[in-house]
């Protein structure tokens, strides 16, 4: 019987009093446009912000809707995606070819970045090209 009282008053999570709260659709939208604009912290001078950012927003807001879940798992799996492509162009600096295909690789991850937190702002399926799946 303590076991039944005392888990009404811990919450879920083992907080007293918490309760998980509903978001809004607007929320939801917003959180959606952040989980994608979160890849650009890389450009403002956070090193790694671009597989950082959109890996810790997913973590946080994938079990609040099923949206969410989708979009934070579409933008890490770009990230990562750049991340493997940002290496090999690393790489291939050396042969002087890389310098052209890091800058081409900067504009392409920026426009999809924007593109598909546009796509969030309307509820539209995220679509990143190129992008592999890696969580399936």
């Known amino acids: 019987r303590s076991v039944v009282v005392a888990s009404v008053f811990v919450g879920v999570r083992g907080r007293p009093g918490w309760k998980r709260k509903e978001s809004s659709a607007a929320a939801d939208v917003v959180q959606r446009q952040v989980q994608h604009l979160s890849a650009l912290l890389a ?15 997913w973590l946080i807001w994938r079990r609040h809707s099923p949206w969410l879940d989708a979009h ?8 990562l995606t750049m991340s493997i492509l940002y290496v090999t162009a690393l790489i291939l600096v050396f042969i002087f070819v890389g310098l052209i295909l890091l800058v081409l690789l900067a504009v392409f991850h920026i426009l999809t970045v924007i593109r598909n937190a546009w796509r969030a702002s309307v509820n539209l399926p995220p679509n990143y ?3 592999i799946n890696f969580l399936g």
Request: proline share 12%; glycine share 16%; no cysteine.
């Open 43 to 57: 450009y403002v001078g956070l090193p790694l912000g671009y597989l950082l950012g959109p890996w810790l927003t």
């Open 72 to 79: 934070g798992r579409a933008a890490l799996n770009f990230a």
């Open 129 to 131: 090209p190129l992008s």
